[in-house]
């Protein structure tokens, strides 16, 4: 499901992908099975275009990466979260318009 802009972290890459990125990362936890999820991926790529050298976009596989989601206590998604300089910074929860996704992103950038 990572595509354009998007990146895909896993259990094994992310300490490195998100934890030690330069930039600020969103990190969208997704699932295959997730009607909601589907809604919200579209906006998420969209973003990655949009903010590009600004943001590092990236997608974790609840299912398939129960580590980090278990870590950062994932219990309903879609969850976006923004991660700078190794910290969490933000986190939302469920479905929002994307007016509404670019400023939770314009508030960390």
């Known amino acids: 499901m990572a595509d354009s802009g998007t990146l895909a972290a896993t259990d094994d890459n992310f300490d490195q992908e998100v934890l030690q990125a330069e930039l600020p990362v969103l990190v969208d936890f997704w699932a295959e099975w997730c009607g909601p999820c589907k809604m919200v ?7 990655a275009e949009e903010y590009e ?12 990466n129960p580590g980090v989601a278990q870590k950062f206590a994932i219990r309903s998604i879609p969850t976006l979260m923004i991660f700078k300089g190794g910290e969490l910074a933000d986190t939302a929860v469920g479905v929002r318009p994307k007016p509404a996704l670019q400023q939770f992103v314009e508030a960390h950038i």
């Open 41 to 47: 991926g579209p906006l998420v790529d969209s973003l």
């Open 53 to 64: 050298g600004k943001l590092k976009v990236m997608k974790l596989d609840v299912d398939a």
